[in-house]
């Protein structure tokens, strides 16, 4: 990809972030995709090393990437709108980049603190905003997809959630507390 286009993907994904784009406003780039999927899996990557073992790490990132293609997959397929699959997912990775590269000093905080031995109530406040953020985007991004209301969306944005954390801890539970 040229530059021109990864700071355009990256705009774009930025205004989604802020709910001033949807995914069809950009065009079926399989570039993009891999653009977005490549950055997502990183940033992934970087958070669960904070507080886990690299091959840990790698296994909450491949069971949460996954999770994400196959989930925007079945509601796609469900609801017969699989022809916007590709933007729909580049749209999921590239704003999961951007709130996770958001998320990265909290991220960086808990763990220290973790290791430390040190309370962690001054970051909840922090993680609840980008979790509200974060299932607020994903909603606007599923509504715009499936051209529903955005209530619609904000229920599949809410279990994509769900699933994500339950399937996390249920694989992965030597990395809680």
Not at 83 to 110: D, E, H, K, N, W
């Amino acid at each position: 990809m040229k530059s021109s286009e990864i700071r355009d993907s990256l705009w774009s994904w930025l205004q989604q972030c802020l709910l001033r784009r949807t995914p069809q406003d950009d065009p079926v780039s399989y570039a993009a995709l891999i653009q977005a999927l490549t950055g997502y899996l990183l940033i992934d990557l970087i958070q669960a090393s904070a507080s886990s073992s690299l091959m840990i790490a790698l296994g909450m990132t491949l069971v949460d990437t996954l999770l994400m293609v196959v989930f925007a997959w079945v509601v796609l397929r469900v609801t017969g709108y699989t022809q916007r699959f590709v933007q729909t997912l580049t749209s999921l990775a590239g704003t999961g980049m951007i709130l996770g590269l958001l998320a990265l000093p909290l991220v960086q905080l808990a763990a220290s603190a973790h290791r430390n031995d040190e309370p962690m109530t001054n970051l909840v406040l922090g993680w609840l905003m980008l979790l509200v953020w974060s299932v607020s985007v994903q909603a606007h991004i599923f509504r715009h997809a499936l051209t529903v209301r955005y209530g619609s969306g904000l229920l599949l944005a809410g279990l994509h959630t769900v699933l994500g954390i339950g399937l996390i801890e249920t694989l992965f539970p030597q990395t809680q507390g």
